[in-house]
């Protein structure tokens, strides 16, 4: 689809700009009023590269939206055991990931399984869901719900739509860890703890399940903003997809999981242990 493209009738309407004015307004209320001080931030944290980005490809497919956005960047995706995304079966199954970059990451899984299975969905946070070009491609919880009725409506049905998607036979991605990797004691970059909610949801559904390790991390500076509070990390995310020019995203993918394999581990805590060692004993990249 070319950038030009405009939408059909029976499309839905995309807001053009990513994040705009209002959108932080609604979030913090002090910036109201403060229109010129709110587009300076956007400036620096490269917001404004984003919705530009955005408005010139939001008509695109996700899966060409979100190969163009590395082209557009200057980066590269190269994958390991790439034979393995070719023997991919025809019907449900679902992937595991590692979560070192909060943004690109997600954005790679779409590009990488929606050229071959373009039902693949992804579950992802409110964050990533503001992206309206990717929205046919994800499915959105919040990750923050906590006791707010309508973030736990969003989750709530964020859950049932992912499970009815699988059901019918189509593929799922999820991000178990359902936040960006963080620093450990021993000074490593590595995953939360991956949610026994997610592990459950697997449980239930006994279809295949394809681990993908995405190697390496955001800046030492976004890992550090972390430290002090996760939305100064947040804001520095459009700069983290942008500073990435020559950059080669290695993606290691495994062996596909049988269900039967999966059922050896009664528990959700049993069975995330072992996913996710199945995931990072791809931490050595093999070509």
């Known amino acids: 689809m070319s950038d030009n493209t405009q939408p059909t009738p029976d499309q839905p309407t995309i807001k053009p700009n990513v994040l705009d004015y209002d959108d932080v307004c609604q ?10 001080l ?6 620096w ?21 979100a190969h163009n956005l590395f082209t557009e960047v200057g980066a590269k995706i190269t994958i390991g055991n790439e034979q393995a995304l070719d ?3 025809d019907g449900p199954f679902i992937t595991v990931s590692n979560h070192p970059f909060g943004a690109l990451d997600g954005v790679a899984l779409i590009d990488i399984m929606c050229h071959r299975r373009p039902d693949f969905k992804v579950m992802v946070n409110m964050i990533l869901n503001h992206i309206g070009a990717l929205k046919p491609s994800f499915i959105a919880v919040d990750a923050l719900a906590s006791n707010d009725p309508s973030k736990r409506a969003v989750s709530v049905k964020g859950i049932a739509d992912a499970m009815r998607h699988v059901k019918q036979g ?3 991605g ?10 450990t004691w021993g000074m490593r970059i590595e995953d939360r703890e991956w949610q026994p909610s997610v ?44 500073n990435k020019k ?37 931490k050595k990249w093999q070509q």
């Open 27 to 36: 979030v913090a209320p002090f910036f109201k009023g403060k229109e010129k």
């Open 87 to 89: 023997a991919l079966p």
């Open 45 to 65: 944290c490269a917001v404004d590269k984003t919705n530009d980005y955005h408005r010139r490809n939001m008509h695109r497919e996700p899966a060409d939206f």
């Open 174 to 183: 999820f991000f178990p860890a359902g936040a960006v990797s963080k620093l």
């Open 199 to 242: 592990i459950r949801i697997i449980q239930k559904l006994k279809v295949p399940v394809l681990p993908i390790y995405f190697h390496g991390h955001n800046s030492w500076k976004f890992t550090a903003l972390g430290m002090i509070d996760w939305r100064l990390r947040t804001l520095r995310l459009p700069v983290e997809v942008f």
């Open 170 to 172: 189509h593929a799922l």
């Open 246 to 282: 020559g950059y080669n995203f290695r993606v290691s993918v495994g062996e596909l999981i049988q269900p039967e394999q999966l059922e050896q581990y009664s528990t959700p805590e049993e069975l995330g242990t072992f996913l996710k060692q199945q995931t990072y004993k791809m």
């Open 38 to 43: 709110v587009n300076t931030i956007m400036h």
